[in-house]
């Protein structure tokens, strides 16, 4: 059974750091891609951040460029998102996603809020 566990949510005030991060189990984690999604209230699912399997490639939403790097660790079976200089508008619930060999996963998902 696949799960992808994901923890380092919470609260933090504007200007503050956290970092996700997302163990994956039951896959074989460096054959697939991993992407972190977010939803705010009343908003759609949208792409935050993708690292290839090989974590060679890395792509990241315009607004969180330069403030979000994503990472991983193929031995650890876990890929990370560190979040800098967070603001009120990067509030929402965050999921980890897996995509290979044809096949998706959603991580449970994890409420991050900022907020002074």
């Known amino acids: 059974q696949v799960q992808l566990v994901e923890s380092g949510g919470g609260l933090v005030q504007p200007g503050g750091s956290l970092r996700r991060s997302c163990a994956a189990s039951?896959?074989?984690?460096?054959?697939?891609?991993m992407n972190w999604y977010r939803q705010a209230p009343g908003k759609e699912r949208e792409l935050v951040s993708s690292?290839?399997?090989?974590?060679?490639?890395?792509n990241y939403l315009e607004s969180v460029k330069g403030r979000f790097t994503i990472s991983r660790d193929n031995a650890k079976n876990t890929v990370y998102l560190q979040m800098i200089s967070l603001k009120p508008e990067d509030t929402a619930v965050y999921f980890c996603?897996?995509?290979?060999?044809?096949?998706?996963?959603w991580g449970q998902g994890t409420q991050v809020t900022v907020s002074s």
């Open positions: 996603h897996a995509r290979g060999r044809g096949y998706i996963y």
């Open positions: 039951g896959l074989t984690f460096s054959t697939y891609d």
């Open positions: 690292i290839t399997s090989n974590g060679i490639s890395r």
